[in-house]
């Protein structure tokens, strides 16, 4: 049996930034270091950063943070979260990926522009995702975000709309609703559309889909949590039927691979490399 790592899969450079960052200063200040949520959606790599120091917190920790470093992950926060740090004399390791940074910005400039012409801001996410929270703390949360075609309800068709994504988001779902709303509009001209999903992200969709299809089955690798990863697998599965997901080796089944005889490895961005080669080195020691 034939067992092959997708070379394009694993970790972004927004999520290997922000590691490098947390290695840095786990190294430079010799002790503990907070991350304000699981720094990357993957368990198995959370754990590993866990082991070198890295202690993961929530919102309602912060006030026993005083004079300690709280670490801000690549999926960025709101701008209320650096004011409480800054109140509770909490030092900050901004680590937000530049490009989710850059659409914080576009979300602002977006906001600002729709206050001027009674409009609104709609953006493409997934609700309660980590960059969602912080994309919409810049404007107070007075956006609409939508997952799906249904959400679009929630829009008022009579006003402007400024259409925005989550970094992380399908291409093709982004414009399939874009042109729903356009068909829902008096004025196609009512409608602004940004595409800030980011290409280096979404041009893996399609090498992941020629990946999938050249393997007798695929075995994707990425956490529960990861949103890129359910876009990503289904990518796979629209490409092979025989793609399965797991979040680590263990949960790897035997008779996925009857009759196999090339197995090939992918992941999502916030997937390490490491834990797609031991996935590998799993599936050639007890099932080739």
Same mark, same amino acid.
């Given at each position: 049996?034939?067992? *092959? ?5 694993? #970790?972004? #450079? ?43 917190v929530t919102h309602d920790d912060m006030p026993q943070l005083c004079g300690r470093d709280l670490f801000i992950r690549a999926h960025g926060e709101p701008p209320t979260t650096f004011q409480r740090a800054a ?43 980590? &960059?969602?929270?912080?994309?919409s703390g810049q404007v107070d949360d007075k956006v609409i975000v939508v997952e799906r075609e249904e959400d679009l309800s929630q829009v008022d068709?009579?006003?402007?709309? #400024? #259409? ?40 893996? &969709?399609?090498?992941? !889909? ?37 979040? *680590?080796?263990? &949960? ?5 691979? &009857?009759?196999?005889? !090339? ?17 590998? *080195?799993?599936? *050639?020691?007890?099932?080739?």
């Open positions: 049996m034939h067992v *092959e790592i997708d070379q394009n899969s694993g #970790f972004c #450079f927004g999520v290997v930034r922000a590691i490098s960052k947390a290695e840095s200063a786990l190294q430079e200040l010799g002790g503990e270091v907070y991350s304000l949520g699981d720094i990357v959606h993957n368990r198995m790599e959370v754990q590993r950063l866990e082991s070198l120091g890295l202690r993961t109140s509770l004399g909490i030092r900050i390791i901004d680590a937000t990926c530049p490009v989710v940074a850059q659409l914080q910005r576009k979300v602002v400039a977006a906001y600002e522009k729709m206050l001027t012409v009674g409009g609104q801001v709609v953006i493409l996410g997934k609700r309660g995702h980590a &960059e969602v929270v912080g994309l068709f009579t006003r402007p709309i #400024f #259409f925005l994504s989550q970094t992380t988001q399908s291409v093709a779902l982004f414009w399939q609703l874009a042109e729903a709303m356009k068909s829902r509009l008096e004025d196609e001209s009512m409608l602004t559309v940004d595409d800030t999903i980011c290409r280096r992200v979404s041009n893996r &969709e399609k090498a992941l !889909s020629e990946f999938a299809r050249r393997f007798d089955v695929v075995i994707f690798v990425c956490g529960k949590k990861s949103s890129n990863g359910k876009v990503l697998f289904d990518v796979c599965r629209r490409a092979n039927g025989r793609s399965y997901n797991v979040e *680590e080796e263990g &949960e790897l089944q035997p008779q996925w691979f &009857e009759g196999c005889q !090339s197995v090939g490895i992918c992941g999502a961005t916030s997937t390490p490399t490491w834990l797609m080669k031991r996935v590998a *080195e799993v599936i *050639e020691a007890r099932i080739v």
